[in-house]
């Protein structure tokens, strides 16, 4: 059974910090892995996708590094904004019986705080 | 553009009423459907996913049940509510067929709680 852990659980950091988050699962053979953004009481908003023959994907000030073969993703979020204080979400896929469908299985979240 | 609305946004319901949370898809064809539930200080986790009218799997044991009566329409019942069922319930789609490359879309989510 697929596991996902997400450390730090809690990071706070000031403005214009560069942070590193980490997530690692325990099965190796994922289908992709998704970084979420989540903010209090909201859904989820999907930041970057990394398929499981990628390495990495950046979009604007962030970079997803994905390494199958020891179990690890990272996020790095570049020039952190107040604007970026949420929590974020760590979910890898697993092929289900159906085939086409996807079970994503998530990490507990590092919610993130950048103080201005 | 596609766009996944769930309904209603925060509901209060009483142990052993019955609940039904509706999930409906725009703007895509055939998606796979999903509903998972955030318990309070627990991770999200699959409840149920559908890759066509009719079909639905469930991936855990519960007291919750869910259909798929038209293509775009996901919805998540129960007939009589448990404590245990309060959390934040979530549905997603995802692109039928599955590629590797396609995320699943997260709507915003509805808040249950049982009293």
């Known amino acids: 059974k697929q596991e996902v852990t997400q450390i730090p659980a809690a990071l706070s950091v000031p403005e214009g910090e560069n942070l590193v988050l980490n997530c690692s699962f325990t099965?190796?053979?994922?289908?992709?892995l998704q970084w979420f953004r989540q903010d209090p009481g909201k859904g989820l908003t999907s930041l970057l996708l990394?398929?499981?023959?990628?390495r990495e994907q950046t979009s604007g000030r962030l970079n997803a590094s994905l390494d199958k073969s020891s179990g690890r993703s990272t996020l790095y979020i570049a020039a952190s904004q107040p604007g970026d204080s949420a929590t974020y979400l760590c979910?890898?896929?697993?092929?289900?019986?159906?085939?086409?469908?996807?079970?994503?299985?998530f990490g507990s979240g590092t919610q993130l705080t950048v103080l201005p | 553009s596609q766009t996944i609305h769930q309904w209603p946004a925060t509901l209060v319901q009483p142990v052993g009423s019955p609940l039904s949370l509706e999930c409906t898809v725009e703007?895509?064809?055939?998606?796979?459907l999903y509903w998972y539930r955030q318990a309070a200080g627990r991770g999200l986790q699959l409840l149920f996913y559908?890759?066509?009218?009719?079909?639905i799997s469930s991936e855990v044991p519960q007291n919750l049940s869910a259909s798929r009566p038209q293509d775009r329409q996901f919805i998540l019942s129960s007939k009589k509510l448990l404590l245990s069922d309060s959390g934040f319930y979530l549905c997603?789609?995802?692109?039928?067929?599955?590629?590797?490359?396609?995320?699943?879309?997260f709507g915003d989510g509805t808040r249950l709680s049982i009293l």
């Open positions: 997603a789609w995802s692109p039928w067929g599955g590629r590797p490359n396609q995320p699943q879309h």
């Open positions: 099965d190796s053979a994922i289908y992709n």
């Open positions: 990394i398929q499981s023959s990628q």
């Open positions: 979910a890898v896929a697993d092929v289900l019986p159906s085939g086409s469908a996807r079970q994503l299985t």
């Open positions: 703007g895509t064809s055939n998606p796979n």
């Open positions: 559908s890759v066509g009218i009719g079909q």
